[in-house]
């Protein structure tokens, strides 16, 4: 058995892998961190695994829970990585994999890309689907991060930035693939445990309640399923996860439509992890499945803890899972983190309820990190028996100090739709504002006084709180209404915050990594009734230049200029002066002319604590690495054949060294 366990991890789930472990008589440690890149920063938490002496690390779920190459640098540090093998991770942790995977087992999947795409190839993509609309997910990671519904074409260049930004931020994984919208499904999941050699069914979860792609309440086991259909998604969880002589905790997920005559089912994604709701698997069969995680990664089979794959448990009742999560729901239907500080918390009690929680009275919470505070778990003998014992649940629970989604919960718990069962993952987008309504309304957002904006200006107020991470704007820009002005990062999700109206931008109030509360003032902006005539609105005054270059457009091409040799005489001259060539000089001879498309042009060295951006910015471009894709010999090959992955680096960054970002663009460059 291990002796004690790395816990790289926060929350509810840190405490309930710290029970489990408990129970075991193992031994575990939290992680320290003080912002969430730390949680991603895998140099890190071995060497605190290390300073700890600790020889095993379980990642929860998020983070570096699916990551191949973190379980890789675990066994090279001679620690247990508490979840699936190097192999396994690599297969089922990509989508764009899993989704191949299950294509050679024969389980229908929903028609998508193969791979990572580019904006270019999800185009042409959502143009062969345009009738149905596309869904890009992130290849890593789940939880709904790195997810966006497309339905208009005008709408994908935006929600492609979005989803990478948020799957880099989330999964330190940047890449996107694309699949045909499947939009009026249930979603349902099936939970697998193997030990290498078997592998068995422990139950499936009905996870249809969503709201953006992320859940809010799951049921197990599913009140809809025929036993037909339940047997042939066991058999294509099962078909898959034996293809990969899977070891620990996984799940299987897919789209269910039963009345759909062509595919009742699609298998979409898988989750070789710990899920956030296994709770309710534990309350129906009996089972610790953190533990039995455990006691797997130790090197322990199935039969050797008292389970026949052949005879899974059956479930006892039903359990049903809310999530309590400090946010509330705009009349968009986008999730705004709540921050703020607990000054009263009551929970519910009685027969068949559980509390997964790490929240308590005095607990600070901020944005940054995943707005879940607490898992309220309520088990009936039938369905309805647990949900009219939720409803009195929620009613009992009690979180004073910010505000959170139990209105919200309440409202659906009470819907006839939800004793019935008939749902679908759009009911809540589809239902929003009769939910909102039941639910009392949005958080009102207190506006500033005239006193807080210069004469003549307005102020804008962050929609949500959340860090600043970009500035899209400058002082002396003129934009128009809807445009935006920045982005903003809550529950590691991009929000972009509009301009309320047209106008000219008059100052700044926050800076990039500042963290802002909802209602502050960001900037302030000149409305078009306060802009000079003319320099609004070309049609109606003067034609703008076609040869001038928008300030915008010219921050981008400073930016880029950074990148270049020519921004570095010094550093190239030296390089020249040993007889050496620059990595961009060698690509430029090893590739067809104009045909080298570089990626990642613009990361700079992951060192922001001890160096500043401007200094990051003019002295490590590219973070040392060039990459991108060229074609080779073409005028010979043809495009196709004479197509290559290029990555080149030479010494005058860094003096050659490789860092994070840099090994990052690798790991994507490779993956291509």
């Known amino acids: 058995m291990l002796r004690k366990i790395l816990i790289a991890n926060r929350g509810e789930i840190a405490l309930r892998i710290a029970r489990a472990a408990a129970d075991l008589g193992v031994g575990s440690v939290a992680f320290e961190a003080s912002k969430p890149a730390h949680f991603l920063d895998i140099a890190t938490v071995l060497q605190q695994a290390r300073d700890q ?99 208009h074409a005008a709408d994908l260049p935006a929600a492609f930035v979005a989803c990478t930004a948020e799957a880099q931020a989330a999964f330190g994984v940047a890449g996107v693939y694309a699949e045909r919208l499947m939009a009026n499904a249930r979603h349902v999941e099936v939970q697998v ?20 792609f992320q859940k809010l309440v799951e049921i197990a086991p599913s009140p809809t399923l025929t036993d037909a259909l339940r047997a042939q998604l066991f058999e294509a969880a099962l078909a898959m996860a034996s293809a990969t002589g899977y070891r620990s905790l996984g799940t299987f997920e897919f789209l269910v439509d039963a009345d759909a005559k062509e595919l009742p089912f699609v298998f979409i994604e ?132 910010l505000a959170t989604n139990l209105p919200l919960l309440r409202a659906l718990a009470a819907r006839p739709e939800m004793a019935s ?32 904006a210069p004469e003549g200006t307005a102020a804008v107020l962050s929609p949500l709180a959340g860090r600043l991470v970009q500035q899209a704007v400058a002082p002396g820009d003129v934009v128009p209404a809807g445009a935006t002005l920045a982005v903003i990062e809550a529950m590691k999700m991009e929000h972009l915050m509009l301009a309320p109206t047209a106008g000219r931008v008059h100052a700044w109030q926050a800076e990039p990594g500042d963290v802002l509360g909802e209602g502050q003032t960001v900037l302030w902006i000149a409305p ?25 457009l010219q921050r981008v091409r400073d930016r880029h200029a950074h990148t270049l040799d020519a921004a570095r005489p ?12 620059t990595a961009r000089e060698n690509i430029a001879e090893l590739c067809d002319a104009h045909s080298f498309n570089e990626f990642g042009a613009l990361a ?38 004479s197509s290559a992955a290029v990555l080149a680096y030479d010494a005058t960054v860094l003096a050659g060294t490789q860092g994070m970002r840099n090994h990052q663009k690798t790991d994507r460059m490779l993956g291509i």
């Open 270 to 401: 898988a989750n070789p992890r710990l899920q956030v709701e296994h709770t309710v698997t534990e309350q129906v069969t009996g089972l610790d499945l953190v533990a039995l995680q455990i006691q797997v990664a130790a090197g322990r089979t199935l039969l050797q803890l008292g389970l026949d794959p052949r005879a899974p448990p059956a479930p006892r009742g039903f359990a049903i899972q809310w999530r309590i999560n400090a946010e509330t729901l705009d009349a968009e239907g986008n999730a705004r983190p709540s921050v703020g500080t607990v000054t009263q918390l009551l929970w519910p009690a009685g027969p068949g309820l559980r509390i997964d929680t790490h929240a308590q009275t005095g607990l600070d919470q901020g944005a940054d990190y995943d707005s879940l505070l607490a898992k309220l778990v309520v088990q009936g003998a039938r369905f309805e028996d647990a949900l009219r014992r939720s409803q009195r649940a929620l009613a009992e629970c009690s979180i004073e100090g």
């Open 193 to 212: 445990l193997g030990d290498g050699a078997q592998v068995m069914v422990l139950g499936e979860r009905e996870c249809t309640l969503q709201r953006r």
């Open 53 to 151: 002496g600790c020889d095993a690390v379980h990642p929860g779920y998020g983070f570096l829970s699916e990551r191949a190459d973190f379980a890789q640098a675990c066994g090279d540090a001679g620690l247990v990585f508490i979840g699936p093998t190097v192999a396994q991770l690599q297969c089922l942790g990509d989508k764009a994999a899993a989704l191949a995977l299950a294509r050679e087992c024969a389980v229908p999947v929903l028609p998508g890309s193969t791979a990572a795409v580019t904006l270019a190839q999800a185009t042409v993509f959502f143009a062969q689907h345009s009738a149905a609309g596309v869904m890009l997910k992130a290849v890593a990671g789940g939880g709904g991060r790195g997810m966006r519904a497309v339905r």
């Open 570 to 581: 010094d550093a190239i001259a030296a390089r020249h002066a040993r007889g050496g060539r």
């Open 421 to 452: 069962q008939a749902l679908s993952t759009v009911f809540v987008e589809a239902h929003l504002a009769d939910l909102i309504a039941a639910a009392g309304g949005n958080v009102p957002v207190s506006a500033p006084t005239a006193a807080d």
């Open 528 to 552: 078009l009734a306060e802009v000079e005539a003319g320099a609004v609105v070309p049609d109606t005054a003067t034609a703008a230049d076609p040869q001038a270059i928008r300030p915008d």
């Open 604 to 641: 700079v060295a992951a060192q922001t604590r001890r160096r500043t951006l401007d200094d990051l910015v003019r002295n490590t471009p590219a973070d040392g690495m060039v990459t991108g894709t060229g074609r080779i010999n073409g005028a010979l090959f043809g495009p196709e054949r």
